[in-house]
């Protein structure tokens, strides 16, 4: 480990970039809806993503890649892939024939609550007096944001399609403490290139049983989607996100989170004209002092005895 002020300062600037990228990425993957079914662009955004990945460390490896292959710890890597990708993306990519993009974002990033209570009854974290305040702050900007139209189209579709991003929001806190439990000691490229393949594998069926002779537009918008979507939001940022989870606790790097969809409502309003209310900037201006309040002093992550047991 670098010494803690180095630490400190990249683990900022990767919360930053996740922020950034994962915004800018929901209003791009609205635009690659428009060209390619739902199913089948997650699928191509996964796979692209996991290819590169993969192309990357046999580049890396080389020779020794098959050692590499063979210290990975396949069935956990196997439940996660399933979890993160799969399920996750699955439910989003759904919930979107009912949902608005924008507050699909937003929804899935309920996640933290989650998270900040799974990590609490599983890997024994203690919740401190920021992390809650931070919390409660960043879901208050959250429901500003989200803004009562959410609730006004109260159609049975619309209903759905919220159950739908909050149980795909559950998954991802899921996913966040089961990777921190059995697959945080791994190198974190190897984990996310392979759990976003086997996520890719199930959204190729959904695409197959769902979107079957559906024809795919090719132009530049659409490509310019999957490619941003696979290789920098997918590919670098999940495993910037995995490189989070394994140095700092699952709460502070959760609620980090919580600035992605303010960018995207930003990125949403400059790109897609999309309306920004006197609602939403009140609501990021919670966000933003809720993440000050918690990040204030973080601290790295370090393995307990319990953990290394469990993920034995």
Not at 207 to 232: C, H, K, M, P, Y
């Amino acid at each position: 480990m670098n010494k803690m002020p180095i630490n400190k300062t990249v683990i900022l600037i990767s919360i930053l970039f996740l922020a950034v990228a994962w915004g800018y990425s929901w209003p791009l993957m609205k635009i690659g809806l428009q060209y390619i079914g739902p199913f089948t662009f997650s699928f191509l955004r996964f796979a692209i993503g996991g290819l590169f990945l993969l192309l990357f460390l046999f580049a890396v490896y080389q020779h020794a890649i098959w050692k590499e292959l063979q210290s990975l710890k396949w069935k956990h890597i196997i439940i996660l892939g399933l979890l993160q990708t799969f399920a996750v993306f699955g439910l989003i990519t759904y919930a979107m024939l009912f949902v608005d993009a924008g507050k699909t974002s937003i929804i899935l990033y309920t996640m933290p609550l989650w998270s900040s209570v799974l990590a609490a009854l599983f890997l024994k974290e203690t919740i401190s007096r920021k992390n809650i305040i931070g919390l409660l702050l960043g879901v208050t900007g959250l429901s500003l944001i989200i803004g009562a139209d959410i609730f006004q189209q109260a159609t049975w579709q619309n209903i759905l399609g919220i159950t739908l991003v909050l149980i795909a929001s559950l998954c991802w806190a899921v996913s966040n403490v089961y990777f921190r439990l059995k697959l945080a000691g791994l190198n974190q490229l190897s984990v996310t290139a392979f759990q976003m393949l086997i996520g890719s594998l199930g959204l190729a069926i959904l695409a197959f049983l769902f979107e079957r002779g559906q024809a795919v537009q090719w132009n530049e918008e659409s490509i310019f989607s999957l490619l941003f979507t696979g290789v920098i939001a997918s590919a670098l940022c999940f495993s910037i996100w995995y490189y989070l989870l394994s140095v700092i606790n699952t709460v502070t790097a959760a609620i980090s989170t919580l600035l992605v969809p303010v960018f995207g409502v930003m990125f949403g309003h400059l790109m897609l004209s999309e309306v920004l209310t006197l609602s939403m900037l009140i609501g990021a201006f919670f966000i933003f002092t809720g993440i000050f309040i918690s990040q204030a002093g973080f601290q790295r992550f370090r393995f307990t005895r319990k953990i290394k047991e469990q993920r034995l």
